[in-house]
């Protein structure tokens, strides 16, 4: 391919095209001068031109880093159909295939080497390039590189080495990454050193956006999908098992359609993808696994059976419909149980206390997007930092706009009730105190004492909920995970609670309707933080020992442990399935999560936690520091050891002669007397 052809000559010479979409040429040109290069661009806004192209402009190979292996075959064909010499080494090469990248490598004939990043821990993997003679690196799904992102790829880190030690030029694609996203590509792939930045703008307008709450939704799920029949269309579940069932119905319904997930033999997923590819109007149910390689332009719409993790996601997934640019469709299925879910996910995740408050806020957003009162669009491109003028039109809730009423003062009492409680309770406890529920845990609190006990009644709980639901969507408070999920408030929230500014709600959503099907969970909504923590401390002493999650505790145990939430080592040692032994060697772990770290025990006295002997040696021992210098005070300081005191505490000697075989003479005069007052006392 000649070098010295012009881009738009290129363009028309090799892919057929007289002229580049929007936003593409610049890019092209930056590229092609050897610039760094950040490109965020719509799904559909022809990324891959903008570093195919380049390579055609330049002596060399480009390396291509993607963590998709379908995607990468699929450029390679066609890239090889348009006359391109381009290649790939991924795990699913045949050795004919390799064999045949080797030689074109050899023969200086590659333009385009595809990769998968796993491909980089490879020792021999930088030789190979520098044989193949590389000049640029271009990224692609450049967004992986993000440690606490939704589609993070470890290998994406090796990255940022790889272009140091070749020296070349780098250009990385994503469709999806907002502001902490990008700036994490930029100090992970060019050592934080700006590149040239392309923010082609995130706005899918021939996509349709709709939510709806979960109302019977395998009838749902049907009912919108005959209304397509005979289109391709993928279903996002959130759990493999519902992949299976609901492809099955599908089946049943008379619909083509096949599951997939993560869990099938590679094989299985390869024919899956095959067959989504050449077959129209078929069905894929999936998991998150499925999607971002298939280069399928006529998908006619997507359905989140399942709340999707985040914003991000969401806006990638829906992002594979439509992207020849005719109309699309989307729908969103959620219901409390999908928010439960997502918490509970990122609760118990590895990330710190900043990272988690982030995803909770990330979460917050797609819930605000969920129960927006406007324009969906308008909303969904505000959070990429992109405004629009006007309303889309083509939402479900420009096109059917909800009842809205003034929730200024619902508001206003739930913010209260969070302030007045210190931030310290999640919406469950909170909606028992609104309401004028007296609960054990209202009770013991005191709380049905506070001022805004009982100011909600006008309000029932499903209602609450769906309000303090709307509220986190607005961002007006969010989950703490260092206080296990307890709500507090957002700095938004404060002019709201002082009267300076009115809340909207949706009407439709605050209407209490009778949940199907729901399961029960484990525990209540106030302790589900709580258990996720425990989970998750669990989780780590068991990789850490080596052994399975349940010789550490099982998940009864856990639940008690929230329900209860012991504050001491007596508490805990009274909750089933904490032994002496596990209570020596996890107790202060666990009771570091529910309370803090735990006040040192002597060994002794930690072999009584949580017995009646324990408590009657608490009290020996307060006895003895009370006489140490005898009554007056004036006398020889005398001790007993804790060890001893444990012996009499096991023992409860009942007459001064029994106990005279734990105390030698001395402290028989000193200490009898107290101790056997103590010991009748118990």
Not at 190 to 204: H, I, K, N, S, Y
Request: charged letters at 30%.
């Amino acid at each position: 391919m000649a070098r010295d052809l012009p881009a738009g000559d290129l363009l028309r010479q090799v892919w057929g095209f007289d002229g580049f979409r929007p936003g593409q040429q610049e890019i092209v040109e930056a590229v092609a001068d050897g610039r760094n290069v950040l490109a965020i661009m719509p799904t559909g806004g022809g990324k891959s031109l903008c570093y195919q192209l380049p390579a055609l402009m330049r002596d060399g190979v480009t390396v291509v880093i993607s963590p998709l292996i379908a995607l990468m075959r699929d450029q390679v064909r066609a890239l090889r159909e348009a006359g391109v010499e381009a290649g790939a080494l991924t795990s699913g090469n045949t050795e004919d295939e390799t064999d045949e990248v080797f030689r074109a490598i050899s023969e200086r004939r590659l333009k385009l080497l595809y990769m998968a990043p796993e491909r980089l821990a490879s020792g021999g993997t930088v030789n190979l390039l520098r044989r193949a003679g590389v000049t640029a690196i271009a990224v692609d799904e450049a967004h992986c590189v993000s440690q606490w992102g939704h589609d993070f790829r470890p290998d994406y880190l090796r990255i940022g080495d790889l272009r140091r030690t070749l020296d070349v030029p780098l250009a990385a694609f994503t469709a999806t990454a907002d502001v902490e996203t990008r700036a994490e590509i930029v100090t992970r792939l060019f050592d934080g050193a700006e590149p040239v930045t392309f923010l082609r703008g995130f706005d899918r307008p021939n996509i349709r956006l709709a939510f709806q709450p979960k109302n019977s939704p395998r009838a749902q799920v049907l009912t919108y999908v005959a209304a397509r029949r005979g289109q391709s269309g993928i279903i996002y579940c959130g759990a493999r098992a519902r992949t299976e069932t609901l492809a099955q119905a599908l089946r049943e319904a008379g619909h083509p359609a096949i599951a997939y997930h993560a869990g099938l033999e590679p094989d299985a997923r390869r024919e899956a993808e095959a067959r989504f590819q050449r077959e129209d109007g078929l069905i894929v149910v999936a998991t998150v696994a499925f999607g971002m390689g298939i280069d399928k332009p006529d998908i006619r719409w997507v359905l989140h059976a399942d709340l999707p993790k985040s914003i991000e996601g969401y806006y990638q997934e829906i992002g594979r419909a439509g992207r020849d640019g005719d109309p699309a469709d989307t729908l969103t299925l959620y219901g409390p149980d999908d928010i439960r879910l997502r918490r509970t996910q990122i609760d118990e995740g590895l990330g710190d206390a900043a990272r988690k408050a982030g995803d909770h806020a990330r979460l917050n957003a797609l819930l605000g997007l969920a129960e927006a009162t406007g324009c969906r669009r308008k909303r969904l491109l505000s959070y990429f930092g992109e405004e629009l003028a006007a309303d889309c039109g083509n939402c479900d809730l420009c096109q059917a706009p909800p009842k809205l009423f003034d929730g200024t003062m619902a508001v206003r009492k739930a913010l209260s009730a969070i302030v007045r409680t210190g931030e310290w309770f999640g919406s469950g406890h909170l909606i028992d105190i609104l309401t004028g529920t007296t609960t054990d845990k209202v009770r013991e609190r005191g709380h049905d004492q506070l001022p805004t006990f009982g100011v909600g009644r006008e309000h029932g709980r499903g209602q609450w909920q769906a309000i303090f639901r709307q509220m986190m969507g607005l961002d007006l408070c969010r989950p703490d995970p260092e206080r296990h999920g307890a709500l507090h408030l957002t700095d938004a929230a404060h002019p709201v609670l002082r009267g300076e500014e009115s809340v909207t709600l949706r009407e439709d959503t605050t209407k209490a309707a009778k949940p199907a099907n729901v399961l029960r969970a484990q525990v209540a909504e106030e302790d589900e933080p709580l258990l996720s923590a425990l989970k998750a401390k669990r989780r780590a002493l068991a990789e850490a020992a080596r052994v399975p999650a349940y010789v550490i505790f099982p998940d009864r145990t856990l639940i008690e442990m929230a329900e209860k939430r012991p504050q001491d080592l007596d508490a805990m040692a009274r909750v089933s399935g904490v032994g002496a032994k596990k209570l020596e060697s996890f107790g202060a772990a666990f009771l570091e999560v529910i309370a803090g770290a735990p006040a040192p025990m002597h060994p002794a006295r930690r072999a009584l936690a949580g017995r009646p002997e324990g408590a009657l040696l608490d009290r020996l021992a307060e006895a003895q520091l009370r006489l140490a210098r005898g009554e007056d005070g004036t006398e020889k300081p005398l001790s007993c050891s804790t060890a001893q005191l444990r012996r009499i505490a096991e023992a409860r000697p009942a007459s001064r002669d029994a106990l005279s075989r734990h105390l030698d003479e001395a402290r028989m005069d000193r200490f009898a007397d107290a101790f056997l007052e103590e010991i009748a006392a118990a």
